[in-house]
């Protein structure tokens, strides 16, 4: 069984800096793509930055130039640097990863964390 662990959310200043973390771990035999999404308060879940197997990224365009993604291959982690944070970036974000297993690597499922709160207030 495959599970997304995410880590380092928090309350934040506006302008303030936080960097969230996910760990893939179980039966792994692939990650291809990893991201983050994230849910406002009443809203939909939305994409919030991706990055492939070959590191191309893409982001939201409400968040380009203020949050950076990346991952650690070797570990299997995908990180969300966040820089300065406004209060309309507050939701819950979710860790997503597109993974194979040993059993049928031809077979790609999405695997989702459970969510981490960020919340941007003075």
């Known amino acids: 069984q495959v599970q997304l662990v995410e880590s380092g959310g928090g309350l934040v200043q506006p302008g303030g800096s936080l960097r969230l973390s996910c760990a893939a771990s179980g039966t792994i035999f692939s990650i291809d793509a990893m991201g983050w999404y994230r849910q406002p308060p009443g809203k939909q879940r939305e994409l919030v930055a991706g990055?492939?197997?070959?590191?191309?990224?893409n982001y939201a365009d409400s968040v380009k130039g203020r949050f950076s993604v990346s991952r650690d291959y070797a570990k299997n982690t995908v990180q969300l640097q966040m820089n300065s944070l406004k209060p309309e970036d507050t939701a819950v974000y979710y860790c997503n990863a597109d993974i194979r297993s040993p059993s049928k690597p031809n077979a790609q499922y999405t695997y989702w964390g459970q969510g981490t709160q960020v919340t941007v207030s003075s």
């Open positions: 990055i492939t197997w070959g590191g191309s990224t």
